[in-house]
């Protein structure tokens, strides 16, 4: 009797193990990772992205000041020799990086660029928190967390 006993104990253990195992796989399955950045751009790249487009948006909107229009593309702006205010200077292979859209009377812009992290996960740019602009702006659905607008 002692023999069926110790049987039916190592039974249960066997089976209390398998449970254990089962339910710390399910916690690792079922459990929300953080979200990383994917790869390609860091965080400190992204801040890069993010200060070059406000810097873009400062330049074009001085252009606009001189020229009482802005430019059709950011190729063409960046090609403007005759346009000697520019503050900031990004390279032809760099214009990739950004989107630029004009509204057809090129009174109204949105310049943006695509994140791979949300801008509450990336947090402050230049000491200050990220600001976001809301809603649609020329068909760029700017509250998209991943998306970071500047725009007249």
Do not use: W
């Amino acid at each position: 009797m002692d023999t069926n006993n110790q049987k039916g104990f190592a039974n249960i253990v066997l089976i209390v193990v398998i449970v254990a195992i089962v339910a710390v796989g399910g916690y690792f399955v079922f459990t929300k990772k953080e979200e990383a950045p994917k790869e390609g751009l860091s965080k400190a790249e992204m801040v890069h992205l993010i200060t070059n487009v406000q810097m873009l948006s400062l330049d074009l909107k001085n252009y606009y000041k001189l020229r009482k229009g802005y430019p059709l593309s950011l190729a063409a702006f960046i090609g403007d020799d005759s346009y000697s205010e520019r503050s900031f200077f990004i390279s032809e292979d760099q214009i990739n990086n950004y989107q630029y859209i004009i509204s057809s009377d090129r009174q109204h812009f949105v310049i943006y660029t695509t994140l791979l992290l949300s801008k509450d996960k990336i947090g402050l740019v230049n000491g200050r928190p990220i600001d976001t602009v809301a809603g649609n702006v020329l068909g760029v659905v700017c509250s998209d967390p991943k998306i970071f607008c500047s725009t007249d």
